[in-house]
């Protein structure tokens, strides 16, 4: 494991087999304990990587609860470390969320509900799930002591400036963001999916302007005839790829190590949180019905 002043990072890019919640288990579960075993404090998994992502009427098929015996499973594989897996949630009251699971110190520390569901095109999740309502940043414990704040977004919700401001006025120094994008569009006049110039360009922008890490999970492999491209990556806080490159379209592990050295320099060198004009912002935000 790593310092308190480090963060060792591994990103799973795989291609879940849909709506087949056990094999997905135990192949997650094995990964988890190899992972921690060769040193890795968070171990991120890609969006509902536990189900796969188009499964219309299959959510309250494969839908797992926190006191269920999936997540105990997880919790066991995790032991020392901490994990980020993708899932639907059964909530006690029978609605399900696409939800992002962290587990750290033998438990369950957080749970972010996806916020916004996208419901256009090929995507059609607002059919099936509930939404979320917050975005958190919250305190990872570190088995060598100390802690890293983080928050947790789950694809869409990156594509609302909104999720990364809230999560960086809550003091995260990591973003993470998991995903299960598919390939769409061309980018113009180069040899590159829109989708993934869009979340280059989005990934960039978010870690540099809010100066935090940014870790970014998609899948990868097919369903319904829909291609997921991968592209997992890290990014510091000046917008630059840390651990060489992006991920490609192959399964793979990306690790890469954190140093809040650099969060502290990029952060003295370009104070834009500490320059940020929150009354300016909520002042702007108080309107009444019609104004808008």
């Not at 291609?15 to 094995?30: F, H, K, Q």
């Not at 957080?110 to 090929?122: A, N």
């Not at 947790?152 to 919700?157: A, H, K, M, P, S």
Request: proline share 5%; glycine share 12%; aromatic share 8%.
């Amino acid at each position: 494991m790593s310092p308190q002043n480090r963060l060792r990072v591994a990103l799973v890019q795989h291609a879940p087999r849909l709506g087949d919640l056990g094999p997905n288990l135990d192949w997650t579960c094995e990964v988890l304990a190899s992972e921690v075993a060769r040193g890795e404090d968070l171990v991120v998994f890609p969006e509902l990587s536990l189900c796969g992502y188009f499964l219309k009427d299959l959510v309250p098929e494969i839908a797992v609860r926190l006191d269920g015996p999936e997540v105990d499973r997880l919790i066991k594989a995790v032991g020392r470390g901490s994990a980020v897996v993708g899932a639907v949630l059964e909530s006690p009251a029978h609605r399900f969320y696409n939800a992002a699971i962290l587990i750290a110190d033998g438990r369950v520390v957080h749970v972010h509900r996806k916020v916004y569901l996208p419901t256009y095109g090929m995507f059609d999740e607002q059919r099936y799930l509930a939404a979320g309502s917050r975005f958190e940043a919250i305190d990872l414990p570190l088995v060598g002591g100390g802690s890293w704040r983080l928050g947790i977004l789950i694809c869409e919700d990156l594509w609302h400036p909104s999720s990364a401001y809230l999560l960086s006025r809550g003091g995260a120094d990591l973003i993470i963001c998991t995903s299960a994008s598919p390939g769409r569009g061309v980018a113009g006049g180069r040899a590159e999916l829109g989708t993934a110039a869009l979340w280059g360009a989005m990934t960039t922008t978010y870690a540099a302007l809010f100066t935090t890490f940014l870790a970014y999970c998609n899948r990868v492999g097919f369903e319904d005839g829909h291609y997921f491209w991968g592209g997992s990556r890290v990014l510091g806080p000046d917008g630059g790829l840390l651990g060489g490159e992006a991920a490609g379209d192959q399964p793979m592990i990306l690790r890469v190590e954190l140093d809040r050295g650099l969060l502290r320099r990029m952060r003295i060198a370009y104070p834009l949180l500490r320059d940020e004009r929150e009354d300016v912002l909520w002042q702007q935000l108080k309107v009444e019905p019609g104004d808008v």
